[in-house]
């Protein structure tokens, strides 16, 4: 019987391994590999961020560069299809077509550096270097070491 579960979970784990994909890494742009997030959207597209070489979108055939900023620490899917990238200019705003900047002199945001992005239904959260703040679309509410009960103000993660 043990021999028979073995030999399921081989063939099991075979086929797993015959279904998954591989895309090859772009020829060209991210020479240094610092690859600091991927999102797969809801076009089944992959989206490649890095510090320090921007943004690359694979479409199925090849790799495309997208103008957000050099240095771009994570990427998230709104809920209407843009797409939101937290990077050492500030949260910026891509709808394949326009990009917008949130920034410290532009917004509410606390900080130009996002290292952090979580959509919650239609809020947007940001961790940054100086706190987290949440965009709701019109205000942006922030919180810090001196205003809420966090340890301190660099958000890596949520």
């Given at each position: 019987?043990?021999?028979?579960?073995?030999?399921?979970?081989?063939?099991?784990?075979?086929?797993?391994n015959?279904?998954?994909?591989t895309?090859?890494?772009?020829?060209?742009?991210?020479?240094?590999?610092?690859?600091?997030?991927?999102?797969?959207?809801?076009?089944?597209?992959?989206?490649l961020?890095?510090?320090?070489q921007?943004?690359?979108?694979?479409?199925?055939?090849?790799?495309?560069?997208?103008?957000?900023?050099?240095k771009?620490?994570?990427?998230?899917?709104?809920?209407?299809?843009?797409?939101?990238?937290?990077?050492?200019?500030?949260?910026?705003?891509y709808d394949?077509?326009?990009?917008?900047?949130?920034?410290?002199t532009?917004?509410?945001?606390?900080?130009?550096?996002?290292?952090?992005?979580?959509?919650?239904?239609?809020?947007?959260?940001?961790?940054?270097?100086?706190?987290?703040s949440?965009?709701?679309?019109s205000?942006?509410?922030?919180?810090?070491?001196?205003?809420?009960?966090?340890?301190?103000?660099?958000?890596?993660?949520i």
């Open positions: 019987m043990k021999r028979y579960l073995l030999v399921v979970l081989l063939l099991y784990i075979v086929k797993l015959a279904q998954i994909d895309i090859p890494l772009p020829a060209v742009g991210f020479v240094q590999n610092l690859i600091t997030d991927l999102l797969i959207d809801n076009s089944d597209q992959y989206w961020t890095s510090n320090g921007g943004v690359k979108k694979y479409d199925g055939n090849s790799w495309i560069s997208i103008p957000v900023s050099n771009v620490y994570t990427v998230k899917q709104g809920p209407s299809g843009d797409y939101w990238f937290g990077t050492n200019i500030g949260l910026v705003k394949l077509v326009d990009t917008t900047v949130y920034n410290t532009n917004s509410g945001i606390p900080s130009n550096g996002v290292l952090a992005l979580c959509f919650d239904n239609n809020d947007l959260w940001l961790g940054t270097i100086n706190g987290l949440k965009y709701d679309g205000n942006w509410t922030n919180y810090n070491s001196d205003n809420s009960s966090l340890d301190c103000d660099t958000i890596n993660g």
